[in-house]
């Protein structure tokens, strides 16, 4: 059966402004074409980012209400930390209140002036963290990812051969981590696929 309405309830709803194209036009000039400039309640549908922009859902308002602010100890983060070990097996857990703050520890430890880090393309925070430490920032998407009109279905892959190559020529002196980003809203959200990051991790 083909679904013709979204299978859910919306349990709250929140008033907007609405502006026209001619409106628009003038903001985003006037914020020089950068839409960090532009003030969000002049924003009708926020494309810039996924965070936090939709509705919640019962079971998150339920677990807000459920949540321990306790200074210490609190319950809350017991769960959390034994839920990151039992999917990633990591023992040593920080939460940080956005991936950008934990980039932000991550490159502070690992990067150097200097230093360079391959990705198959870096997401604007993570650019901007390796860059404020120092680094290169460094994108390897494969060639496919420059074909427009390609039905390659895995166009984040990274190109393996240029990574050997940056790998070979600079060595672990000057690369600290290799990452691929599985996903990415500031490149076009294309995925990687499995065997890609097979490939990268052997070369790891």
Not at 3 to 8: L, N, Q
Not at 45 to 61: K, Y
Not at 87 to 109: C, D, K, N, S, Y
Not at 189 to 196: D, F, I, R, W
Request: net charge negative; charged share 25%.
């Amino acid at each position: 059966m083909k679904t013709i309405f979204e299978p859910f309830r919306i349990k709250m709803v929140e008033p907007i402004k609405l502006t026209s194209r001619l409106e628009r036009e003038r903001l985003i000039t006037a914020a020089h074409f950068n839409p960090f400039l532009l003030a969000a309640e002049d924003v009708i549908i926020d494309l810039l980012t996924d965070s936090g922009t939709s509705a919640m859902s019962a079971e998150a308002w339920a677990a807000m209400m459920r949540g321990d602010e306790s200074y210490a100890g609190a319950r809350s983060w017991y769960r959390f930390r034994d839920t990151v070990k039992d999917i990633f097996g990591f023992e040593q857990v920080i939460p940080t209140h956005q991936g950008r703050a934990a980039e932000h520890i991550l490159f502070g430890v690992m990067v150097q002036p200097g230093s360079i880090v391959p990705n198959n393309t870096h997401f604007d925070t993570t650019r901007a963290n390796v860059e404020y430490n120092g680094g290169e920032a460094l994108d390897l998407p494969c060639p496919e990812a420059e074909d427009l009109d390609s039905d390659y279905p895995f166009k984040g892959d990274m190109d393996i051969a240029a990574l050997e190559k940056v790998v070979a020529e600079h060595g672990p002196e000057k690369i600290p981590l290799i990452m691929v980003t599985i996903t990415n809203n500031s490149g076009g959200g294309q995925p990687v696929s499995l065997a890609n990051v097979r490939a990268v991790s052997a070369i790891c």
